[in-house]
Nanobody, 124 residues
Framework: QVQLVESGGGLVQAGGSLRLSCAASGRTLSIYGMGWFRQAPGKERELVAAISSGGTTNYAASVKGRFTISRDNAKNTVYLQMNSLNTDDTAVYYC??????????????????WGQGTQVTVSS
């Protein structure tokens, strides 16, 4: 059983940056795809960034060019660098582990473990 713990959320002004971290314990993440989701009040959870075990990445259109997902397998940690934040980015951000060993996870059904989330609030 893997445990995922997110950190790095907080309050930031529009235009600012944050770096989220997702530390894992209980299982090595290096062979799995990983992802970052977010959920704003009254909205469905959406996949904003994903990374395969081989390092291939994909992003939601709303964050492409501003967010970067990366992984440090030696530290069993996944990151989400968020730049040029705007108020629409306000949400709880969740780290998730995919079931996929090969290929890029693209839907919520590709994931089987979730962290508890970290709040990101962007003020105008």
């Amino acid at each position: 059983q893997v445990q995922l713990v997110e950190s790095g959320g907080g309050l930031v002004q529009a235009g600012g940056s944050l770096r989220l971290s997702c530390a894992a314990s209980g299982r090595t993440l290096s062979i799995y795809g990983m992802g970052w989701f977010r959920q704003a009040p009254g909205k469905e959870r959406e996949l904003v960034a994903a990374i395969s075990s081989g390092g291939t990445t994909n992003y939601a259109a709303s964050v492409k060019g501003r967010f970067t997902i990366s992984r440090d397998n030696a530290k069993n940690t996944v990151y989400l660098q968020m730049n040029s934040l705007n108020t629409d980015d306000t949400a709880v951000y969740y780290c998730a582990k995919s079931t996929l060993i090969v290929g890029l996870p693209t839907t919520p059904k590709d994931f089987d473990s979730w962290g508890q989330g970290t709040q990101v609030t962007v003020s105008s």
